[in-house]
């Protein structure tokens, strides 16, 4: 595998027109849009202008198709695997009203994934929320989830890449923890697939939540579900919609049947115009190879952390290499003040409690990642 070559970055960098004018370091908030998504989104609009409905039958249930084949081949399942949802909160409610408890009331999740998360059982009175805390601040030991993961255990519902800190889950051996209990293995996964290498059939959990609207480049409104294939027909969610309908053009008042497949948990009609962007904005980023991305990824993350260690900067980062993702947290007792600062350089990073958080993506040079390193070394007044 070969790095980028200067003039393919440049080629690649030039499908990104916000890197002309901004230092763009905040994918883990947003990716940022490429040529390649527009010019989907603007076949949908000429077909809306010049077919109206008629393009539902002749293009856009195609997009759709085309769309999961897509996120299945980049987490590493089937297309029949993959639902399209609106949101990763309406994923796991998905999930969570689907399966049968089975007498069991625990969910295990951690004091580091994104609320969302464990907000899903929050909710429910029945259910206690076992919370697992960070030894260091940065991750959690697997060793962790063995020891209160147990008969009562009805889910483990964790992250693969935790937001505030980037660290990185062994999602196979937390899979393998929930599976020899008899529980479910749930995990969040929307910040993790376009910046690391994914693949759900290989880790053996049991539901993976993922979208377009970070590292994929996609925008908002629609979110991935993977379901393991040998779990679909078992599991009948007490909601539904037209397109979990096995025949859903014919339109039968007084009869249903889930779809044999992932479809059963989609939730009405998606998005179209984010299916459009997120098909251009993977299209754009799968370009130059999916391996050479994640090894970019790498380089640039490493670059980022060293140079802040070296500007004397603290950071809350993971020791091992091998943990770390594409976010950086950079310790700074004003984190918002200076992000507003960094935005007045046209450097684009975004914040959170204690921290600035940096995130290079394939798109990104070492001059910008120098450059957010100096500034940040530099502080303001």
């Known amino acids: 595998m070969s790095a980028l070559s200067p003039p393919e ?39 809306w202008h010049t077919m109206g409905a ?25 297309a029949t695997e993959i639902a399209l949802l609106p949101s990763t909160s309406a994923a796991l409610t998905v999930v969570a009203e689907s399966v049968p408890t089975r007498g069991r009331n625990r969910v295990v999740c951690t004091t580091l994934d994104f609320p969302t998360l464990p907000y899903q059982w929050l909710v429910k009175p029945e259910i206690e929320v076992v919370f697992l805390d960070s030894h260091d601040g940065v991750g959690i030991d697997p060793q962790q989830f063995a020891d209160v993961v ?25 899979g393998d923890i929930a599976r020899r209990a008899g529980a479910w293995s749930l995990i969040d ?79 009405g009609t998606p998005a179209l115009p984010t299916v459009h962007t997120a ?3 993977q299209e754009a980023l799968a370009s130059v190879g999916w391996e050479r991305v994640f090894e970019r990824v790498r380089l640039l993350t490493n670059r980022l952390i060293e140079g802040c260690l070296a500007r ?39 914040h959170r409690p204690g921290h600035v958080r940096v995130s290079p993506h394939v798109y990104n040079t070492e001059d910008e990642v120098d450059r957010v390193v100096d500034a940040l070394s530099r502080g303001y007044t």
């Not at 293009?59 to 198709?65: N, T």
């Not at 505030?164 to 937390?174: A, E, L, N, W, Y």
């Open 189 to 267: 996964g929307y910040q993790a697939p376009g910046q690391i290498p994914v693949d759900v059939r290989a880790a053996g959990v049991d539901f993976y939540t993922s979208g377009p609207l970070k590292w994929l480049c996609g925008g908002p409104g629609l979110s991935y579900l993977f379901v393991r294939d040998d779990l679909i027909q078992a599991l009948r969610p007490p909601f539904t919609s037209w397109f979990a309908a096995k025949d859903q053009f014919a339109f039968e008042v007084d009869r249903f049947e889930f779809r044999d497949d992932a479809r059963r948990f989609e939730m």
């Open 9 to 47: 970055l440049e080629r690649l960098r030039a499908r990104f027109p916000i890197l002309d004018r901004r230092t763009y370091l905040n994918s883990c908030s947003l990716g940022a849009l490429s040529l390649d998504a527009e010019a989907y989104l603007d076949d949908f609009r000429a077909r």
């Open 312 to 350: 004397g900067l603290s950071l809350r980062v993971h020791d091992d290499p091998a943990r770390r993702s594409g976010i950086v947290m950079v310790s700074h007792p004003d984190p918002a003040g200076m992000v507003r600062h960094l935005d007045e350089m046209d450097i684009v990073v975004d």
């Open 279 to 281: 098909l251009g904005g």
């Open 150 to 174: 147990d008969d009562r255990t009805l889910f483990v519902a964790t992250s693969h890449v935790f937001f505030s800190t980037g660290f990185v889950q062994d999602i196979r051996t937390i």
């Open 54 to 78: 008629s393009a539902w039958y002749e293009h856009w249930m195609g997009r759709l198709d085309q769309l999961r084949e897509r996120v299945a081949t980049l987490h590493g399942a089937g």
